[in-house]
């Protein structure tokens, strides 16, 4: 015997191996596994909601390298606000550029995925994990990082319009309008990276950079469409990423 002891995970958590395991709502996804976790058949961890938040591995590696490159040196600790099952955290922890990665999440079920996750990519060991309101955390716990860090927050896209809407209205997030994650986090770090839906609403975005601060926009794209954007808020480098 080693030794070990087996994970047990939480009832909420699956892993699938044959589709006509996977409820219909999520059979796309699931069809796409090996794009969102490289690592999928090695027993990765989700729950039937995570499978709608999880950040693709070759976005989520390409915004790591993006801002290795482009955030100020003194800038030692990242913020992952909303961890989800650990897409983004484990690839800002192999990323080797930080000195800590500090993981919130609010749901335990989750959570346990997200841990999991990183053990299975050897990242575990470069993430402090957090379980809770990651705004009150920031409030609290956290609050004496704030000169060090950056803070990337990939929040629930929810709301009238997400999916419909040409242009979709980020004060309508649900639940956390635009403004209020800018606020809050404004209050913790001058870094800022919100990762959103790719039709959102850039005018909104900029109405946010005050005469003092930039606000750059980048897409992120998988086999010629877009997934996504950042929204990069501070003195970043982005002059790196155009060279990348």
């Not at 796409?32 to 039937?48: M, P």
């Not at 993430?127 to 956290?142: A, K, N, P, S, Y």
């Not at 000169?147 to 309508?172: H, K």
């Amino acid at each position: 015997m080693s030794g070990e002891i087996e994970e047990v995970a939480p009832p909420e958590v699956r892993h699938y191996s044959e589709r006509s395991e996977v409820p219909w709502d999520i059979q796309n996804y699931w069809s796409q596994r090996h794009r969102i976790f490289s690592k999928y058949e090695e027993g990765i961890w989700l729950t039937d909601d995570a499978w709608f938040g999880v950040t693709p591995e070759p976005v989520a590696n390409k915004i790591a390298e993006h801002l290795a490159a482009s955030v100020p040196k003194e800038k030692v600790v990242l913020v992952d606000a909303f961890a989800g099952a650990g897409g983004n955290t484990i690839a800002f922890a192999k990323s080797g550029r930080w000195k800590r990665v500090y993981a919130i999440e609010k749901n335990p079920a989750v959570l346990a995925c997200a841990k999991h996750n990183a053990k299975i990519y050897g990242a575990e060991a470069n993430i402090t994990w957090f379980e809770g309101d990651c705004f009150e955390l920031l409030r609290t716990q956290l609050k004496d990082l704030g000169p060090y860090s950056v803070v990337f927050a990939s929040p629930p896209w929810g709301g009238p319009g997400y999916r419909s809407d040409e242009i979709f209205n980020l004060q309508t997030m649900e639940p956390y309008p635009l403004n209020f994650l800018y606020k809050e986090y404004s209050l913790f770090s001058r870094h800022i990276i919100l990762f959103l839906p790719r039709t959102s609403d850039l005018r909104q975005l900029a109405k946010l950079a005050d005469t003092k601060e930039n606000v750059n926009v980048r897409h992120y794209c998988m086999e010629g469409a877009s997934k996504a954007l950042c929204a990069y808020y501070g003195n970043f480098s982005m002059e790196k990423i155009n060279q990348q």
